[in-house]
Nanobody, 123 residues
Framework: QVRLKESGGGLVQAGDSLTISCQDS????????TGWFRQPPGWEREFVAS????????YYADAVKGRFTISRDNAKKTVYLQMNELKPEDTAVYYC????????????????WGQGTQVTVSS
């Protein structure tokens, strides 16, 4: 069973970098894909990035491509999201979630959501 928990959020200034983490405290049943999503105030939750279990398949939303990097360390059961050149519009609660469906960025295909971590970028 997958049990995900995000950490590492905080308040930063525009242009800064921040890395947030998603750790699985559950017992691995089968390999899964991990996705990062974010929900800005007053907006729906949106896809940010995803990474397959092997790390070979990675997807990014256009809004973060070139600035964010997703990676995983399966030995530590942790997925990271390194965020560079942060902008005020990156302000959101960031969530991680899991899926066994390949090549999907659709929120409803993901489950085992964490509680989220707040990232606030000041201008």
């Amino acid at each position: 069973q997958v049990r995900l928990k995000e950490s590492g959020g905080g308040l930063v200034q525009a242009g800064d970098s921040l890395t947030i983490s998603c750790q699985d405290s559950g017992r691995l049943i089968k390999p899964y894909i991990t996705g990062w999503f974010r929900q800005p105030p007053g907006w729906e939750r949106e896809f940010v990035a995803s990474i397959s279990w092997s790390g070979d398949n990675i997807y990014y939303a256009d809004a973060v491509k070139g600035r964010f990097t997703i990676s995983r360390d399966n030995a530590k059961k942790t997925v990271y999201l390194q965020m560079n050149e942060l902008k005020p519009e990156d302000t959101a609660v960031y969530y991680c979630a899991a899926t066994t469906l390949a090549d999907t960025t659709w929120r409803r295909d993901f489950g085992s959501w964490g509680q989220g971590t707040q990232v606030t970028v000041s201008s």
